[in-house]
């Protein structure tokens, strides 16, 4: 298991590292902890954490994703923050993006323009919706401690 690697260019092949940073990586059957790049190219591995411009993923696994552009396809996620996201056969916990595309699978999902079909738990309207029923519930509890401090004084 290598602790660290930085490079110009890193290809991992059936092995592990702790943290990767280069330009240009691709990792096959293997695992990263930590990985930083520009391109990111994942192939039947798994990733604590992966920040990259570009990320594709097949048949991979990460904790968590921040990528310009993230491409995933029977994968899965824990959490992802992109700029856009293309998905085929993957499922996330969580998605924060600008546009989405392709079949998607997730908990939550925050964007702001979807295009293809789209399975969530929770969409952006229903965390608006979420976020004013919290609200209201919140701010009527403390009115009626408010009133029932008052009323014994």
């Known amino acids: 298991m290598a602790d660290s690697v930085a490079a110009e260019s890193v290809h991992i092949s059936q092995s592990s590292a702790q943290a990767v940073h280069a330009n240009q990586v691709q990792v096959e059957q293997s695992s990263v902890m930590h990985l930083e790049a520009q ?3 994942m192939n039947q591995c798994g990733g604590q954490s992966v920040q990259a411009e570009s990320v594709e993923m097949h ?3 990460a904790g968590m994703v ?3 552009n993230l491409k995933a396809q029977d ?5 992802a923050i992109a700029e856009e996201v293309h998905m085929h056969d993957s499922h996330a916990g969580a998605i924060i993006t600008k546009n989405t595309h392709g ?9 702001g323009k979807v295009e293809g079909e789209v399975h969530t738990a929770i969409d952006t309207r229903q965390v608006a919706l979420l ?3 919290s609200g209201t ?3 009527l509890i403390l009115f009626l401690l408010d009133w029932l401090t008052n009323r014994k004084a």
């Open 137 to 139: 519930c919140i701010a």
């Open 39 to 41: 391109e990111a190219h």
């Open 66 to 68: 921040r990528a310009g």
């Open 75 to 79: 994968s899965g996620f824990g959490m």
């Open 131 to 133: 976020g004013i029923v």
């Open 59 to 61: 048949d991979s696994g």
């Open 103 to 111: 079949t998607v699978h997730t908990s939550i999902l925050l964007t």
